[in-house]
């Protein structure tokens, strides 16, 4: 079989010789088959990288659009931190300023002010902690010291104020305390901090326990059982001073109490409860 050839010249533009060569024709044909291949890779090629180019174009794009979003929600969880934080504040100064009112009715001097500028949610102000934690020591010093709350849970039978006679009779007479039924032996606890006063049998209270209080206030305890302090001793709201009894003039057993302001006896349902 006779093969074909492709003759390829080679023409020099220098007047050199003209070179010719024979190829075979099948090494030509698969050289353009090669070549074509080739350029379609090359294209192909240029096409993937182009589209990844293009794909990471879109993903840094689409990465700054997200990127700008979480800076926009993390700014709005911000603010709404800041109010949440602000209202919290307001809400502790009103009771604070509630609760200093109370006191300044009980006959306490306060100082409501409050820590004043705008609250900066890009700075840790510590001025707003120490205010906050001087002034909720305050606070619990002088409930510790005021004589709150009951010395003993029992039926009211005397409320203070005036009163007929228990004694009998039409007479009337000013009760300067409020009774509380009981059974002889039950605990009586003090309603404030204090220094005792008094730990004797004392005219018609019976056995009794009075104690100093700060701000001028003292607290009485009367017709006990039994005397669990003694004069000068200190002690804390809530220690047993003595035990409900009938000494003294007493028409059964009972617990006399009696708070008193500047040696003077005022309501002591004024103090009972947080009102």
Known sequence: MN???????????????TKSFNIPT????????????????????????LSLFLGLIISQ?????????IVSLEKDVEVMDSLHIKNKINNIEQRIFNINNFLREKGISTDTSGIG?????????YTVYDFYDKHTDFILSNIQE??????????????????????????FEFHSGIDF???IGDKVECT????????????????????RHKHSYS????????????????????????????????????LHYEIRKNGTDINPNDFLNLN
Not at 3 to 17: R, W, Y
Not at 118 to 125: K, L, Q, S, T
Not at 146 to 171: A, C, D, K, W
């Open 3 to 17: 093969k074909k050839f492709t003759t390829v010249l080679f023409v020099s533009n220098d007047n050199h010789e």
């Open 219 to 254: 607290s009485l305890y009367g017709h006990l059982s039994e005397i669990n302090v003694t004069t000068g001793q200190n002690v804390k709201a809530g220690d047993i001073i003595g035990y409900v009894g009938n000494t003294g003039r007493s028409t059964g057993p009972h």
């Open 26 to 49: 099948k090494h030509v044909q698969r050289f353009r088959l090669y070549a074509k291949i080739a350029s379609a890779s090359i294209i192909a090629f240029a096409l993937i990288t």
């Open 61 to 69: 794009n689409n990465n700054s659009k997200l990127h700008s979003k």
């Open 181 to 183: 039924k009981g059974e």
């Open 192 to 211: 404030a901090d204090g220094v005792v006063e008094l730990a004797d049998y004392h005219n018609g209270y019976g056995k009794c326990v009075i104690i």
């Open 117 to 125: 500028g705008e609250y900066n949610p890009e700075r840790v102000d």
């Open 146 to 171: 005021i004589p709150l709350g009951y010395p003993y849970i029992g039926e009211v039978s005397s409320e203070y104020g005036n009163r007929t006679n228990p004694f009998g009779g039409r007479s």
